[in-house]
């Protein structure tokens, strides 16, 4: 049976150099590129340099052994999207807990058989190829998306875009609380609301998005900023500074009074303001004013940092 899969990666790790002589032997006949390691903390670089399709573990090894390595692999974002399949003893029922619970995504068991090694990765690495696809799919139409473990709160995979905005926000300090939250409303059929985290006049959201129980929950995220909204809404509506700064205030459902003093000036003038708006939005209501703004706001034009 042929088991090629596109020249994939994999990474093997096992102390017992007649162990990785065979399993390389038989990725390599199967048409896989095959890195080995020995050790733990090889296995561990070598899996950040070369990011592998998968990782054969071996459970037991001198000095780190199997467990500890995949909980490394699993705690670092660049390494913690790669599958991996533990190696251990048939009658060693334990280590197969301690695997999963290590973060190892499946096990074979010793002596192992070369037909079942080569099944088990090709069906990781066909399920690795289309999480990767659709990965790529939406950082290629901008969008922000991460992927989180209900079990534990973990960032399971990110696109680049959503790296790239959480940095600066307080995100492992809230953003698993949340998740937690989200998902008991969701258990109860009840809805929760977003996570909202401020840094500076920038938002950074969090909206769940797609719900698994067992597997990952999928959250978009967006960033808003009062200086780019407000710039955006004097370009495309012609308003002076202060009438962009008004209707800003009106999008996010603020009174003439609560915007009189957050902009230090009075009811009656933000309402000048108001009437300006108005005309040149073409509407004569404060809900409309905001539907309004909010068409030119809300189709991936919010500026992002």
């Not at 065979?22 to 903390?41: I, K, R, W």
């Not at 500890?68 to 197969?96: Q, S, Y």
């Amino acid at each position: 049976m042929n088991f090629n899969i596109e020249s994939g990666l994999v990474l093997v790790v096992d102390d017992v150099p007649e162990n990785l002589a065979v399993l390389h032997d038989a990725l390599d006949e199967s048409g896989f590129t095959v890195l080995v390691a020995n050790n733990g903390e090889t296995a561990l670089q070598r899996a950040i340099e070369s990011q592998p399709h998968i990782i054969l573990l071996d459970a037991i090894m001198p000095g780190m052994d199997g467990f500890e390595t995949c909980r490394r692999l699993k705690a670092n974002l660049v390494t913690r999207h790669i599958p991996v399949v533990f190696m251990t003893g048939l009658t060693e029922a334990e280590h197969v807990v301690a695997a999963f619970d290590a973060g190892g995504n499946d096990y074979v068991t010793k002596p192992l058989r070369t037909s079942e090694v080569l099944a088990r990765i090709a069906a990781h690495m066909q399920t690795a190829r289309l999480v990767d696809q659709a990965r790529s799919a939406l950082d290629a139409f901008g969008n922000a998306v991460i992927a989180m473990s209900p079990r534990d709160g973990r960032i399971v995979w990110q696109t680049p875009l959503a790296r790239t905005l959480m940095q600066g926000y307080l995100v492992d300090a809230e953003l698993p609380t949340w998740l937690q939250a989200t998902q008991a409303a969701h258990v109860q059929g009840l809805s929760h609301p977003p996570l909202t985290l401020a840094r500076g006049s920038r938002r950074l959201i969090f909206s769940a998005a797609e719900f698994s129980e067992d597997e990952q929950w999928m959250i978009v995220l967006r960033e808003e900023s009062d200086v780019a909204q407000i710039e955006k809404l004097m370009v495309s509506f012609k308003l002076t500074q202060r009438e962009s700064e008004v209707l800003n205030w009106v999008i996010k459902g603020k009174t003439n009074r609560d915007i009189g003093e957050i902009l230090g000036t009075s009811p009656r003038t933000i309402n000048k303001h108001l009437e300006h708006v108005f005309v040149k939005l073409g509407v004569e209501t404060r809900t409309s004013a905001a539907a309004v703004a909010l068409s030119k706001l809300r189709p991936g034009e919010l500026e992002r940092s």
